[in-house]
């Protein structure tokens, strides 16, 4: 059975710290395209290689620039598109906009990217849910910073066996440690934790 939804439950969450609000237009929550490029290249592989997009001729209306985009994902013959993405070129006081070109083409690249679910979570409107955003804030800052891994069982009844060996009393080395038991130890500290055992042990 195939799963429709794949890349869309896969990408749909969004880091609010790549986010910010913008009050134009009654308020939105804009995107980091930088943020947008990342998510997928970790989905899909290297711009280039597993995904990419071509940008059609410019096209100008009044003071508006046009640029079509169409995206292709997984296989260059896997495309869909194009889309329009759309921005000033020139203002009402005639100054022009040198990298209008530029936005117009990344306005279209988040609009293809949406459409395939990325950061789905931003266009349906649950940013303006505060709560929802502190989830994510949490969410994200556990994937960025996972707690660090403790020493495995084997690695634990090592200790143990040295401890007994050398006359070492368990409850003073996890005091010294600050843990309140051996399973709370790093597992980077575990060849600290032996030395520290050596030089502890009882005169025979």
């Not at 429709?4 to 995107?31: M, S």
């Not at 997984?74 to 040198?98: A, H, I, L, Q, Y």
Request: glycine content about 6%; aromatic content about 8%.
């Amino acid at each position: 059975m195939t799963d429709n939804l794949r890349i869309w439950n896969a990408v749909e969450k969004t880091n609010p710290a790549h986010t910010k609000k913008v009050n134009q237009r009654g308020g939105f929550t804009a995107i980091s395209a930088a943020y947008q490029i990342m998510a997928a290249t970790e989905q899909f592989g290297p711009i280039g290689i597993g995904w990419g997009y071509i940008s059609g001729d410019p096209i100008i209306i009044d003071t508006l620039i046009v640029v079509p985009v169409t995206l292709w994902h997984s296989d260059r013959s896997n495309t869909f598109g194009p889309m329009m993405g759309c921005e000033e070129w020139k203002d009402r006081n005639g100054r022009v906009d040198s990298d209008a070109p530029k936005k117009a083409t990344t306005d279209a690249i988040t609009k293809l990217l949406s459409q395939l679910g990325f950061n789905a979570d931003v266009f349906l409107g649950k940013f303006d849910d505060n709560k929802y955003v502190q989830q994510m804030e949490r969410e994200f800052a556990a994937k960025e910073n996972p707690p660090p891994a403790l020493i495995t069982d084997a690695q634990r009844d090592e200790l143990m066996d040295m401890m007994t060996a050398y006359g070492v009393n368990a409850a003073d080395f996890c005091k010294v440690g600050r843990i309140a038991s051996l399973k709370e130890l790093r597992a980077d500290k575990f060849a600290t934790a032996k030395t520290w055992i050596m030089e502890h042990r009882k005169a025979a």
